[in-house]
């Protein structure tokens, strides 16, 4: 079974400039959260779809956006880019079941690495 | 809110040493507890992980142990090999309503040496 696929790997992007990331679940995962990595703040979270639907959001301006399609791929979006937004992106899907809530095991794609000039 | 703690990196070690990276948690309720590891330039990958108090989490030589009377997910390895080398990161499932989130420690850099 094919893993979590990122898109595209590597971006570089000039400051005010705006930028889309997408993400493809490992088949037949519903839910996608999204983690950006950078070396003074670590891994934070992003946000979390659910049948497209946002459940669950990190503290992160409304620049920071994402959306899921009916096939669970989804997109982030960051809009008017500032330098502190080159990260490590990476988004994970998870299989869930109902009786044991949100704890399932999260898989990670291997991250888009966004630089911000 | 939820919090995960871990040991000060980086750490070097010598071929076939025993390796231990202390994890500390916070958290409300009965958390799942993972370890991830970071290669050079790739993402995270699952190592192990645990879902109850007392349960072990093994893979590929690496164990930890759900302690919750210690608040604690110490990762360990009898052996360690050059290919050992990356970076561990210790998490715990913070799921409001169901959600998933992970909540991670700030990741202990491991340098094996030949």
């Known amino acids: 079974k094919a893993g979590v696929t990122q898109t595209p790997r590597y971006l570089i992007k000039t400051r005010g400039q705006q930028v889309t990331l997408s993400c493809s679940p490992i088949?037949?995962?519903?839910?996608v959260s999204w983690y950006q990595q950078t070396p003074g703040q670590g891994l934070q979270f992003l946000f979390e779809y659910f049948s497209e639907t946002q459940r669950n959001k990190g503290n992160f301006p409304g620049r920071f956006s994402g959306r899921q399609f009916s096939n669970s791929r989804s997109e982030m979006n960051v809009s008017t880019l500032e330098l502190g937004d080159s990260a490590l992106y990476l988004c994970?899907?998870?299989?869930?079941?109902?009786?044991?809530?949100?704890?399932?095991?999260?898989?990670f794609g291997p991250g888009t690495r966004l630089l911000v000039l | 809110g939820n919090s995960v703690t871990q040991m000060e990196g980086p750490v070097t070690l010598s071929e076939e040493a025993f390796l231990t990276i202390n994890c500390t948690y916070t958290?409300?309720?009965?958390?799942?507890l993972f370890w991830y590891v970071q290669y050079p330039g790739e993402g995270l990958q699952l190592l192990l992980k645990?879902?109850?108090?007392?349960d072990k989490g093994s893979n590929k030589g690496f164990e930890a142990t759900y302690r919750k009377e210690t608040t604690s997910f110490h990762l360990e390895k009898g052996s360690v090999q050059v290919s050992d080398s990356a970076v561990y990161f210790c998490a715990l499932s913070d799921s409001p309503q169901g959600a998933q989130k992970l909540v991670f420690g700030q990741g202990t850099r491991l340098t094996i040496n030949p």
């Open positions: 958290a409300t309720g009965y958390p799942s």
């Open positions: 645990a879902t109850k108090a007392d």
């Open positions: 088949s037949g995962h519903r839910s």
């Open positions: 994970a899907s998870s299989l869930i079941f109902s009786r044991t809530g949100g704890r399932e095991t999260q898989y």
